[in-house]
């Protein structure tokens, strides 16, 4: 059953939309901001709670890649491999990433911190290469200013 707290959030957003369908991706944002990510079990309890077949809500939480199925670290790296950014380097970016962080795309560091995944296009080409760290969207990265952005903790 979802929380209180969880419950309480997703009304809030619920005049935003016409339907409880509509609510389904900020109900599962919500639920994984509190959980950190949304198990097999949360899924169902978003279905139960919004009164939505769980094969509706399966599908929304796969569709959008930012809703995580699997536990993540306390913070997610989305690299984005799309085409402007794998001319600008994406993968130099990768390679830093992978060697810094101590752990392969998909994977999370050994410390907890970050988790790496790749992203198709986040919308914004012109300042390719782009990254995500948790929330932040970083652009025009370079392997000099990755160090600073992961001390920053983004
Ligand atoms: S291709 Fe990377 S932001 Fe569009």
Known sequence: ???EEERRDIERE??????????C????????GHRGYVSDQALQEVADYLGLPLSHVEGVATFYNLIFRHPVGARVILVCDSVS????????????LRAHLET?????????RYTLLTAPC???????????????LHRDVT????????????
Request: glycine share 14%; hydrophobic share 40%.
């Open 1 to 3: 059953m979802l929380s």
């Open 14 to 23: 619920a005049p935003n939309y016409a339907t409880r369908k509509a609510l």
């Open 25 to 32: 991706i900020d109900a599962l944002r919500i639920v994984q």
């Open 85 to 96: 950014c794998w001319i600008m380097g994406c993968e130099r970016l990768l390679d830093r």
């Open 104 to 112: 392969d795309v998909g994977g999370t560091s050994p410390d907890g």
């Open 122 to 136: 986040l919308g914004a080409c012109d300042f390719a290469p782009v990254l995500m760290i948790g929330e932040t």
């Open 143 to 154: 392997a000099e200013t990755l160090p600073d952005l992961l001390g920053k903790g983004g």
